[in-house]
């Protein structure tokens, strides 16, 4: 049997976080059942988003976030021991999946392409929502032209700092 450690939301943040909103839980995995796989975290996200989004959480349950995972058990054809994914899972140190996406707040499930030979981690940063966010919100809206100048705010964030590198690879002045 396979023990999992989670984060339980126990209050809503009001303020700064405090040790109390939260609380370590540890709970026992069943056996693994045909079709289903077991991961283990690899990376955790901690997202600026999480603060607004938890508040919609009702209180006990498994505090929001998605993580890369490697698959440690597998009963699964498609998912072979080894093979990292990113899903939405939460904060918890393993997970029982059928390699659908979980329910309820949710980013996806996809594998993690073992041919990228940067750390896994960027799959929840410049290669995960936070990039695509970047990529696709300026390049696609904002349709930036060389020589324009762009002002990037300090409080942008893992957005943001992507947006400034993508406005300079297109010839804009980034502020």
Same mark, same amino acid.
């Given at each position: 049997?396979?023990?999992?450690?989670?984060?339980?939301?126990?209050?809503?943040?009001?303020?700064?976080?405090?040790?109390?909103?939260?609380?370590?839980?540890?709970?026992?995995?069943?056996?693994?059942?045909?079709?289903?796989?077991?991961?283990?975290?690899?990376?955790?996200? @901690? *997202? #600026?988003?999480?603060?607004?989004? /938890?508040?919609?959480?009702?209180?006990?349950?498994? &505090?929001? =976030? $998605?993580?890369?995972?490697?698959?440690?058990?597998?009963?699964?054809?498609?998912?072979?021991?080894?093979?990292?994914?990113?899903?939405?899972?939460?904060?918890?140190?393993?997970?029982?999946?059928?390699?659908?996406?979980?329910?309820?707040?949710?980013?996806?499930?996809?594998? @993690? *392409? #073992?041919?990228?030979?940067?750390? /896994?981690?960027?799959?929840?940063?410049?290669?995960? &929502?936070? =990039? $695509?966010?970047?990529?696709?919100?300026?390049?696609?809206?904002?349709?930036?032209?060389?020589?324009?100048?762009?002002?990037?705010?300090?409080?942008?964030?893992?957005?943001?700092?992507?947006?400034?590198?993508?406005?300079?690879?297109?010839?804009?002045?980034?502020?």
């Amino acid at each position: 049997m396979v023990k999992a450690r989670k984060y339980v939301l126990r209050s809503h943040f009001s303020g700064v976080p405090k040790r109390e909103d939260l609380e370590i839980v540890e709970e026992e995995l069943p056996p693994l059942k045909d079709g289903e796989f077991l991961c283990e975290a690899q990376w955790l996200s @901690v *997202d #600026p988003y999480m603060r607004g989004a /938890s508040a919609n959480l009702p209180l006990g349950s498994t &505090m929001l =976030g $998605a993580q890369v995972a490697k698959v440690t058990e597998s009963k699964n054809k498609d998912y072979a021991v080894g093979d990292l994914i990113m899903a939405s899972f939460g904060w918890r140190t393993h997970t029982i999946s059928d390699g659908t996406p979980p329910p309820g707040f949710s980013f996806g499930f996809s594998k @993690v *392409d #073992p041919s990228i030979t940067l750390s /896994s981690s960027t799959a929840l940063g410049i290669l995960g &929502m936070p =990039g $695509a966010t970047a990529y696709f919100g300026f390049l696609e809206i904002c349709k930036p032209k060389a020589g324009e100048t762009v002002v990037v705010t300090g409080a942008a964030g893992a957005v943001g700092s992507a947006v400034g590198q993508i406005a300079k690879i297109k010839g804009c002045r980034v502020v």
